[in-house]
């Protein structure tokens, strides 16, 4: 997908893309010094502040209309399939911007990555193993599933991470096994040629060994609130792909739909946004005229380069490990009281390190995964009941709770 809109803009000329840019943040009417709060009806969105990483300078792009697809934040914990670029930079900016946040505790949890500790991000087994036959076993070599789902192996994913999770709890093990050496070695190959070669890889012969798996962190079904055109609560401000929360994943999204859904959304996206164009904006009574001169630069005063990395990678590994422990496949309400309180005292540091330290990328991800983390945190708390991929054993039903929970 991503080759063939690579090679389609190649041939339009009214499309320039701009590579090496990090986006910082979004441009408001904050920016123009205007009050924004929550509250504040008819927010705008006038562009973003970017980080050109080549010449090292903030600039401003302007823009009527503004699309976020800026990915998941599968980053936030310790083992998870994303890569690293996914750390929920949209969701923060869009947080930060006083946008609208929602669904943000369903985290699907791939039941089954390669467990290679240290290697991010975790290489998939992709379940089609288990639908050719392939079998969860635990330390003592018992097929488990069968305790927890008629379904057993072919269970739904939430259901088979959780039941793994409890397995690894239980036998106070960091994985489970993949059995596959009674399948055909030969259809195995056809089948999954490079989950056969990364086994080999790493000295399993899945004809002879079991493969080590634990339950990564996947995907996120909440995000950034859209309505059915990807339409934010911010004006002129567009979400597709997985930073955005359409509403079509529920709370559990079903295997295959990201991408579809990116798809159509960001078609929507281009079809809604068309009118911004169209439209002279400035006869709606709310609007405020801006120009890129109106935008202030950014502001990098009493900044100093960056000394210590080792604040930034410790706080990001500290992070990963409370929402990893606390705010993972299962949780209760003292676990996510003691995430928030954990959450609290980094975000404290992390805006202290970004007030006196120049603009980095890392810093800026970092930051954009504390927030992440808080609104997980604040999303699993709010919510008391157990739904789709949030299980809290402190309400282990679910609840008549229709509304989606906005933060
Ligand atoms: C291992 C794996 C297997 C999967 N398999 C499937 C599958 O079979 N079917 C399916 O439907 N889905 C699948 N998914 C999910 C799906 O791939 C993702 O949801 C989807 O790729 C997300 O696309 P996106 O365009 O929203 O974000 P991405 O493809 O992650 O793109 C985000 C882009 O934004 C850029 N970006 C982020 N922040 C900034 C910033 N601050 N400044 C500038 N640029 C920024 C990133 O560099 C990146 O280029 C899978 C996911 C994984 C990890």
């Not at 910082?24 to 973003?48: A, E, F, M, P």
């Not at 080590?212 to 002129?236: L, M, Q, W």
């Not at 983390?373 to 991929?389: D, H, N, P, Q, W």
């Amino acid at each position: 997908m991503e080759r063939a809109l690579l090679q389609a803009m190649q041939t339009l000329p009214n499309i320039s893309l701009i590579n090496h840019c990090f986006v910082i943040d979004l441009i408001t009417q904050h920016h123009l010094g205007y009050l924004v709060t929550k509250s504040t009806l008819n927010i705008r969105c006038y562009g973003v502040y970017v980080l050109n990483l080549e010449s090292n300078e903030i600039e401003k792009i302007i823009s009527k209309v503004t699309v976020l697809a800026t990915g998941g934040n599968g980053q936030a914990y310790r083992t998870t399939t994303n890569p690293i670029i996914a750390t929920g930079d949209g969701v923060a900016m869009a947080y930060r911007a006083k946008g609208r946040i929602e669904n943000m505790e369903f985290i699907q949890f791939h039941p089954t990555a390669l467990f290679q500790p240290g290697e991010s991000p975790s290489f998939l087994i992709t379940e089609a193993v288990r639908g050719d036959g392939g079998i969860l076993r635990n330390k003592f070599g018992e097929a488990f599933m069968e305790r927890y789902d008629e379904r057993r192996d072919l269970a739904p994913r939430d259901i088979v991470a959780r039941a793994i999770d409890n397995e690894m709890k239980k036998n106070g093990t960091e994985h489970v096994y993949l059995d596959c050496r009674h399948m055909p070695l030969e259809k195995f190959i056809h089948h999954f040629p490079n989950i056969y070669q990364k086994c080999l890889s790493v000295g399993i012969d899945v004809s002879k060994d079991m493969i080590p798996v634990a339950p990564a962190a996947h995907y996120s079904c909440g995000g950034i609130k859209t309505d059915e055109f990807a339409r934010t609560s911010i004006k002129n401000l567009y979400a597709c792909g997985e930073c955005a929360s359409t509403g079509l994943h529920g709370a559990n999204r079903l295997a295959s739909n990201s991408l579809l859904e990116a798809m159509v959304f960001g078609h929507r996206a281009y079809l809604n946004s068309i009118e911004i164009f169209d439209n002279n904006d400035a006869s709606s009574p709310d609007y405020i005229a801006c120009s890129e001169a109106d935008i202030p630069d950014w502001n990098a005063e009493g900044t100093r380069d960056p000394k210590e990395m080792i604040l930034i990678t410790q706080s990001l590994k500290e992070l990963q490990q409370i929402m990893s422990d606390y705010v993972g496949i299962v949780r209760t309400n003292v676990r996510l009281t003691r995430a928030i309180k954990r959450l609290d005292l980094l975000f404290e540091e992390t805006e202290e390190l970004y007030r006196s330290t120049k603009v980095s990328p890392q810093l800026c991800e970092l930051r954009n995964l504390i927030s992440v983390g808080y609104l997980i945190v604040k999303g699993a708390s709010f919510r008391k009941e157990s739904r789709g991929l949030h299980y809290n054993t402190d309400y282990p039903g679910k609840s008549s709770i229709k509304e989606n929970i906005i933060l």
